[in-house]
């Protein structure tokens, strides 16, 4: 050693570190040591190497990096002397992990090693080796593994035995060559040896299907021999645990007895007798017995078996369960969910048990308790079981809330017996823990009420007298808000008053407030207040005479810094102040929810489109409102190809829905279908927020219907309503004119005319303000499937495109076929035109009409311009 | 399919501050995934009640923890593993390192740390139980540790270690 080195003992550096008051200290303290460390590394001074990686090994438990150390541990490893090697292993353990490529490094030094005359050393290797060595280490090394489980002395024996395990854990295929050997250790007195032999064999079992045989056919009568000598066998002071002989052993021999009988009648039938002896004999006053009696309760319910053990070891279970110590009762609920699927009856007994540990003040405990009650809960007993839950749910901890929720939640709905029984838990719930309660669940919740039709008014009424004691609870006032808006009158004149109910008193004014509340509340997050504004536009309906009083709480908030609420604000407003003719055909309450659809969309996304889309839990009732209420067969189709489309997409393609998208829903609404029907999209459009319904472009076109007349209006409409994503009702007076002649003026009757195919109107297909393409249709006599569409292109700015290239899609029913263009430059200014025509084949004819998808690429002022669209707006019957 | 391993995961001994006093990854975990482990379990674990449980369910695995004195000594296995029995493996561990350090304290453990790593990579290999006999555990470590000294006498009588003697 260099004496004149100024490197501090490791006793000195622990010292240092300890004495530190701040972790800033501590640091500093580190940084000199691994700097001091680092030097020495680099002048490879070999008399410090060993105290140097003692202290990195110190540095490393404490948490700082240690990287640099590693090849020092290669070093030492690769030294002659035993002192050298066993802190250089060590420090291989701990500096390493498999997954270094270092560590291949060490291979050679191993093989070595485990090759030594020095058995301690021999030791050492198979130790690091069973630690930590990876894939291509476990292939290198296993023949020299395999030699060592017959090496004279059992302390290396039983070490090459687990570093087996950990070799065939790696690599599988090298399973078969360890099982002679495997099965040669069961035949051991040593404890150690016959301890890892044991596992050995249980863990070739895992891997080879023909070590599992093996072991099966040849071992089985012997380790039932073991264990019987071991239960059986006189105190030895070495191995005695508070009475038992070494109960590691008993708990080895039971695995591996439970592996081979699982499955196998015969084996299990000789393992029978001493599985019954160690069940009953076993001492259960201390843990060790107790460990005992578990691995043994698990190995009966796992082997095949008559029943007489089960019975047995569900009787040890019951006993656990009723033990003071929480360890025990652990345990207990832990096996008895595993026994659930045996015998149910016997685990149904502890019930009551069960019910207690729920409630216990380990939350341990509560888990498995409450994970194992969910599996006990059946028809006959979920009613006073869900009372109990309810009940605990008001005392229990912050904590364990979410998970009571969820499994109340998930069982209510499991065995909703009656709707009334279902909405009053879940409304206990709501008031209880609303804010553990997950959307999906609330969601589902308003939609068995809205399918309830004679529970409604009781339901508000519930809702109400909840939320007038607890506003803390979000979802809880979402779910009131919602049935407020759509019940509100049921609940001023007790509606559907129900024989179990107290009478209350609920004056209009009333239901007004606790929406107001609702919205002013601080914690409302944008959902429920967005929810309460359409509540609001709801109640000025139901309650004419507090219009007024509403229009003031909408208006508040119209200047919110959130986009969503201003704008519902201010369209709500308009709606009020300008639309009072439809306003009462808008706010209609809900329509019924289709059950299939509801529950096919649960399965699908609903989830993330909730948690995105701001506007969701009102788009929930109406993208699915139509197809009930509908009362135009193509509205329905629509509707139905619609009803993904709210919920999958929630505020996902925004883009899609402000552009072209929405223009057609507006169009036909507006222009075709009786007012009924076009107030219902519009209704949709108005409380969806900006998730409105995604068209795809052939049922789209189902309820399309131009005429010439309708055109004006349209083109209006549609400029405006992309400027606003939602605006039907929002356009400003000028427009308003329009749509309201649409609403009124045009029932189906002026297409009359042109369903008979003859002529049909030219279409703007697509008007930019660069652009405009006119497409004009005729049709060859003799096949009406077929149409011919001569499109064409007019420049609209002062610049020339070149390279003009028009490219159009169509869905599968439609057959498209493209001519040549009359030009691929467009002059400027509309100072000429390109034509091009276009053979469309409708398989579909007079089911569907077209739709297209088209693309305009051209070059201007050396740029390239992109444009594209989807056109829906082709006359009908093309 | 029935779990035959009983293996452990990793061993940590962690004191009654939170300071860690000894680290042993039998899977493998990346040193983000070991600093993660160690904050959240050590938040868990120091913050259970007396006369709870010893154990705790995280991340689909259980914790099974032992407070000796003023160290906790934790060992990871899976959720369908024997909880009681590693209650006794923990045992065994604290016995071997009473036994052979003679009643071991906190210290002990800080200033011989590399100490309690022999007697731990004598009790388990990769996770599973080596020896269930202390005295051979203990004698195991023994021998080794007079391997040490002896090798330490024969260099303590070369010259330039009795002027480092000299000079410490």
Redesign the interface.
């Known amino acids: 050693?260099?004496?004149?080195s100024s490197g501090t003992r490791l006793?000195d550096m622990?010292r240092a570190i300890?004495a530190c008051k701040t972790a800033a200290e501590e640091r500093a303290v580190v940084r000199k040591e691994c700097a001091a460390i680092r030097a020495s590394i680099n002048e490879d001074d070999q008399?410090y190497r060993h105290r140097n990686l003692?202290k990195l090994?110190?540095i490393q438990?404490?948490?700082y990096?240690t990287h640099f150390g590693q090849m020092e541990c290669l070093k030492l490893i690769a030294s002659a002397?035993?002192?050298e090697k066993?802190?250089g292993y060590?420090g291989l353990?701990?500096l390493l992990?498999?997954?270094q490529e270092v560590l291949m490094l060490v291979t050679n030094s191993l093989k070595q090693d485990l090759n030594h005359s020095n058995q301690?050393i021999v030791?050492l290797a198979?130790?690091a080796l069973?630690?930590i060595c990876s894939a291509e280490m476990a292939r290198d090394l296993a023949p020299e593994v395999e030699r060592l489980l017959q090496f004279r002395d059992p302390?290396i024996r039983?070490?090459a035995a687990?570093?087996s395990?950990?070799i065939i854990k790696k690599v599988p295929d090298l399973a078969e060559n360890f099982i002679n050997c495997a099965a040669s250790l069961l035949k051991e007195k040593h404890?150690?040896v016959l301890?890892?032999g044991v596992?050995l064999c249980?863990?070739l079992?895992?891997v080879s299907s023909e070590a599992l045989e093996y072991f099966r056919k040849k071992c089985t009568e012997g380790l039932v021999r073991t264990l019987r000598d071991i239960v059986n066998s006189p105190y030895s002071p070495?191995?005695d645990?508070s009475g038992i002989t070494?109960?590691?052993?008993h708990?080895?021999l039971l695995?591996?007895l439970?592996?081979l009988g699982?499955g196998d009648a015969d084996a299990s039938d000789r393992m029978t007798d001493i599985l019954a002896q160690v069940a009953t004999k076993t001492e259960s006053n201390k843990?060790?017995g107790?460990?005992i009696l578990?691995?043994c309760v698990e190995t009966i319910m796992?082997i095949e078996d008559d029943g007489g053990l089960r019975v047995l070891a569900i009787n040890i279970l019951g006993k656990f369960l009723s033990n003071r110590d929480?360890?025990?009762?652990?345990?207990a609920l832990?096996m008895l969910m595993r026994a659930t699927t045996l015998d149910a009856q016997a685990v149904q007994r502890h019930r009551a048990t069960i019910l207690d540990c729920v409630k216990d003040?380990?939350?341990?405990?509560r888990?498995?308790a409450l994970e194992l009650l969910y599996l006990l809960v059946n028809e006959n007993n979920v009613k006073p079981l869900i009372k109990e839950l309810i009940e605990y749910l008001e005392v229990s901890d912050q904590e364990f809330k979410g998970d009571l929720t969820a499994k109340i939640c998930s069982l209510v709905e499991k065995f909703s017996l009656e709707k009334i029984w279902y909405i009053d838990q879940m409304l206990k719930v709501l008031s209880e823990a609303g804010n553990f309660v997950k959307d999906e669940v609330w969601h589902a919740l308003i939609f068995v009420i809205s399918n309830a039709s004679d529970l409604h008014g009781y339901t508000v009424r519930a809702l109400y007298r909840a939320f007038l004691t607890s506003t803390e609870q979000e979802t809880l006032v979402r779910v009131a808000v919602w049935c407020i808006g759509e019940y509100g009158d049921m609940l001023v004149n007790n509606v559907g008053m129900l024989d179990i109910e107290d009478p209350i008193t609920v004056t209009e004014c009333d239901a007004v407030d606790a929406v107001e509340v609702a919205i002013k509340r601080h914690t409302s997050d944008l959902t429920t207040k967005a929810m309460a504004l359409i509540a609001l536009l709801k109640l000025s309906s139901r309650f004419p005479s507090y219009s007024e009083r509403i229009k003031g709480i909408i208006v508040q908030n119209k200047g919110n810094l959130v986009l969503e609420l201003q704008q519902r604000s201010i369209e709500f407003n308009r709606i009020l102040q300008k639309h009072q003719k439809i306003r009462s055909a808008l706010v209609e309450r809900m329509p019924v929810l289709d059950e299939a659809t509801f529950s096919g969309r649960r399965a699908g996304s609903l989830p993330t489109a909730i948690s995105t889309s701001s506007g969701a839990p009102s788009n929930l009732p109406n993208g699915i409102a139509k197809p009930a209420t509908a009362p135009i067969p193509d509205l329905l189709d629509l509707s139905s190809d619609d009803v993904p489309a709210p919920s999958s997409s929630g505020g996902d393609f925004p883009q899609d829905l402000l552009g072209v998208d929405l223009s057609p829903t507006l169009a036909p609404s507006g222009a075709g279908k009786p007012p009924k029907a076009s107030t219902d999209v519009l209704l949709d459009l108005l409380s969806i927020g900006t998730s409105l319904p995604v068209q795809t472009g052939s049922s789209a076109s189902d309820i399309l219907s131009s005429s010439q007349d309708d055109k004006a209006p349209f083109a209006n409409f549609n400029g405006l309503a992309s400027l606003s994503s939602l605006s039907a009702n929002a356009t400003s007076p000028v427009n308003a004119a329009p749509m309201m002649d649409l609403l009124d003026g045009h029932g189906p009757g002026p297409q009359k005319p042109e369903e008979n195919g003859q002529a049909y109107p030219s279409l703007v297909a697509y008007e930019s303000s660069s652009l405009r393409v006119m497409f004009n249709f005729s049709k060859q006599p003799g096949s009406p499937q077929t149409t011919l569409i001569q499109a064409t292109f007019t420049n609209l700015s002062s610049n020339v495109y070149n390279d003009f290239l028009f490219q159009a899609a169509v869905p599968k029913f439609l057959q498209l076929h493209l001519d040549p263009a009359s030009s691929n430059t467009l002059p400027a200014s509309g100072d000429g035109s390109i034509t091009q025509n276009l053979k469309v084949t409708n398989s579909q004819h007079g089911k569907k009409s077209l739709v297209m998808r088209v693309r305009i690429a051209y070059k201007t002022n050396n740029k390239d311009v992109l444009e594209e669209r989807q056109i829906n707006n082709f006359p009908q019957n093309l | 399919?029935?779990n035959?391993?009983?293996k452990i995961h990793f061993v940590l001994l962690i004191s009654r501050q939170g300071k860690?006093?000894?680290?042993?990854?039998?899977s493998?975990?990346?040193?983000k995934e070991r600093?993660k482990v160690?904050r959240e379990l050590s938040g868990v674990i120091l913050t259970?009640?007396p006369?709870?449980?010893?154990?705790?369910?995280w991340r689909g695995l259980k914790v099974v923890y032992k407070r000796y004195a003023s160290l906790y000594f934790c060992m990871c296995i899976d959720p369908d593993g024997?909880?009681?029995?590693i209650?006794?493996?923990i045992h065994h561990y604290v016995e071997v390192l009473d036994r052979y350090f003679g009643s071991v304290c906190e210290l002990d453990l800080?200033?011989n740390?590399?100490k309690a790593?022999?007697i731990l990579?004598e009790i388990l290999?990769?996770g599973?139980?080596?020896?269930?006999?202390?005295?051979?555990v203990v004698r195991?470590v023994a021998?080794?540790d007079s391997?040490?000294e002896a090798?330490?006498e024969e260099t303590g009588s070369t010259i330039?270690?009795i002027?480092?003697h000299?000079?410490k």
Request: hydrophobic letters at 35%; proline letters at 3%; a positive charge.
């Open positions: 050693m260099n004496p004149f006793r622990i300890r008399d003692a090994m110190f438990i404490l948490g990096p002397g035993f002192p066993r802190i060590l353990m701990l992990d498999e997954r301690y030791g198979l130790c069973g630690n302390n039983k070490k687990l570093c395990i950990r404890h150690g301890i890892t596992q249980a863990d079992c895992k070495e191995y645990i070494d109960p590691y052993l708990i080895r695995k591996l439970r592996i699982q843990n060790a107790n460990a578990y691995e796992s929480n360890n025990i009762r652990y345990v832990n003040s380990d939350a341990s405990i888990k498995r | 399919m029935i035959a391993c009983q860690v006093r000894l680290t042993k990854w039998y493998t975990y990346s040193k600093s160690l259970r009640g006369r709870l449980c010893n154990f705790v369910e024997n909880e009681l029995e209650l006794e493996i800080i200033y740390f590399h790593y022999y990579d290999i990769s599973e139980l080596q020896e269930s006999s202390k005295r051979t195991s021998a080794q391997l040490v090798a330490k330039s270690n002027i480092a000299a000079a």
